[in-house]
Each structure stands twice: as structure tokens, then as C-alpha cells.
């Protein structure tokens, strides 16, 4: 049998110029992913976040049942980094409109891979 050459796309979102005090609310970042995830079509299983203290950012990782959302914040940069990796018939990119709407940054880039055994490279 033969596998599908996309098994899921991967996007990763560096967004810039965001406000610190959005950046370092572990509460709040974890509702704008969870809303990010059901905007996309995905199904949330459980979230790590962990802050880390006064002023500092956030890091934390959504579990999907269709993969993950992950991010890492910067508050002192005004800069979050975040992965949204799902399978499925969900659509990512909702989910970074939902981030970008939330997140208000003054610019952001978004990449946005294949992943699938049809991508592998040999070594």
C-alpha cells in the first residue's frame, strides 16, 4: 500500500511587534490557541503552558487530535514563535488568522510545509 504523499501541513508563524503584556499571560494564550485550533476544524486534547515569572514569556504546546499548536514567547522582543502542525481536513491557516487577530502584531511571516514520507529525504 502505498502512503499519501502529504500526510499534514506545518506552518510556523513569527510574528513581531506584538505587546508585551499580550505575550506574557499564559491564561489568555492559552484560549487564543484553543480558539485558534477550533477556527482551523481541530480537536484539542490537552495543554501544557508554562510562564515563566514577572515580565518573562510563555511557552506551552495545544495537543491536537489532528497534531499540535506550540508556542514560545518573548515579551521583550514583542515576539512569539508558533508551530501549527494538523493532519487531517483541518485548515492551519485559520488558525493563524485567529492568531494574527488576537496577537495584533505590526508584522508577521508565516511558512508553510508539506509533511509527509513523500517529503523525506535520504540521508
Not at 511557552?59 to 499548536?69: A, D, N, R, Y
Not at 514560545?72 to 493532519?87: L, S
Request: glycine share 10%; aromatic share 6%.
Amino acid at each position: 500500500m502505498n502512503a499519501p504523499s502529504t500526510l499534514g501541513r506545518h506552518l510556523l508563524l513569527d510574528m513581531q511587534g506584538v505587546a508585551a503584556p499580550l505575550l506574557t499571560d499564559a491564561e489568555q494564550i492559552e484560549r487564543v490557541l484553543r480558539d485558534a485550533a477550533h477556527a482551523a476544524g481541530a480537536t484539542p486534547v490537552d495543554a501544557r503552558l508554562h510562564h515563566f515569572g514577572p515580565g518573562l514569556g510563555v511557552t506551552g504546546v495545544l495537543l491536537l487530535k489532528e497534531s499540535h499548536i506550540s508556542i514560545h514567547t518573548w515579551p521583550e522582543y514583542g515576539y512569539a514563535a508558533v508551530d501549527i502542525f494538523m493532519c487531517g481536513t483541518s485548515r492551519p491557516e485559520l488558525g493563524v488568522d485567529v492568531l494574527v487577530q488576537a496577537l495584533r502584531p505590526a508584522h508577521w511571516h508565516v511558512r508553510d510545509h508539506a509533511r509527509g514520507p513523500g517529503f523525506a529525504r535520504s540521508a
